[in-house]
């Protein structure tokens, strides 16, 4: 069923445990990570970025191919469909009125009071519409030796300030992971995720979750994450079979075979993250 993230965030909050907020690139994607998160009964965050959207065709595209997956491939559990660092206010608002049930607004380049002034806009355009906003603190950057390459920590007063004045859902809190594909050891500030999460009270997020060590994001969950976003690890393991695919049947011209190579690759990594996240049977 489709549904925004207020519910299943909320849960997690309380049960300790994150939801998994994967992100899609095209139809076949989306069934994959649909038929293996009802096979685990998760309650799942579709995650698509402004990139992955113009690819796809656009926004109402993907609301109806999530949609009608949801109703062809008769899943249940909670799905929400997510707009994954939403770079404006009109962005959202056209996620909105296309049919997606939550939206990240990412004003997070921009000074404390423009970063505010876009979330409040936002937030009162989407709870009008039963529509969940998260909103970023801080920068998460790009990975480089382990770390942000562009490293802006979340401020403390800085998101309790932006938590009170906005009404979000859920904050994402620069807390020193990052984007892409890590060449070391993160070092997240548990302390800093604990701190945020006690005074704002609010279910934390956490970017650039694929390649960061699992004892690292099972710590993390305890210390207040409910949600960790990925991405680059399904990428990857997607792309290597699909090499592997090619250069072993270099007569297949059929996309659908080509696409499908990667089909178990990704349903292990989905297997492996929802384990290590604590959401299976939480739906």
């Given at each position: ?108 380049k921009y000074d404390l009071e423009t970063n505010i002034q876009m979330v409040k806009e936002v937030v009162e355009y989407a709870h009008l519409r039963n529509v969940t906003v998260e909103a970023e603190i801080g920068h998460v950057g790009g990975a480089e030796d382990g770390i942000q390459s562009d490293i802006a920590y979340a401020k403390l007063e800085d998101a309790i300030k932006l938590v009170k004045e906005t009404n979000i859902d859920s904050l994402a809190p620069a807390v020193g992971s990052a984007h892409g594909i890590y060449k070391g050891i993160p ?97």
């Amino acid at each position: 069923m489709i549904v925004n993230t207020k519910e299943m965030l909320e849960k997690a909050k309380i049960g300790k445990y994150a939801v998994p907020h994967f992100n899609i690139n095209n139809l076949e994607w989306t069934r994959y990570i649909l038929e293996e998160c009802q096979k685990k009964n998760t309650p799942v965050i579709i995650g698509v970025s402004e990139g992955a959207i113009t690819y796809m065709g656009g926004y109402h595209t993907v609301v109806g191919i999530v949609r009608n997956l949801v109703t062809d491939l008769n899943i249940t559990i909670p799905v929400a469909i997510h707009l994954d660092h939403g770079s404006s206010v009109e962005s959202c608002r056209r996620c909105i009125d296309a049919g997606f049930t939550s939206v990240m607004i990412d004003a997070s380049k921009y000074d404390l009071e423009t970063n505010i002034q876009m979330v409040k806009e936002v937030v009162e355009y989407a709870h009008l519409r039963n529509v969940t906003v998260e909103a970023e603190i801080g920068h998460v950057g790009g990975a480089e030796d382990g770390i942000q390459s562009d490293i802006a920590y979340a401020k403390l007063e800085d998101a309790i300030k932006l938590v009170k004045e906005t009404n979000i859902d859920s904050l994402a809190p620069a807390v020193g992971s990052a984007h892409g594909i890590y060449k070391g050891i993160p070092k997240i500030n548990y302390e800093l995720i604990e701190t945020i999460q006690k005074e704002t009270q609010l279910p934390l997020v956490l970017h650039g979750g694929s390649g960061i060590p699992d004892e690292i994001i099972k710590e993390s969950i305890q210390r207040g994450i409910n949600k960790l976003n990925i991405n680059t690890d399904l990428q990857i393991v997607w792309s290597k079979a699909v090499r592997t695919f090619l250069q072993e049947n270099d007569e297949v011209y059929d996309p659908r075979k080509v696409i499908k190579a990667g089909e178990l690759n990704i349903k292990e990594i989905i297997d492996k993250k929802i384990a290590l996240l604590g959401s299976e049977n939480q739906a």
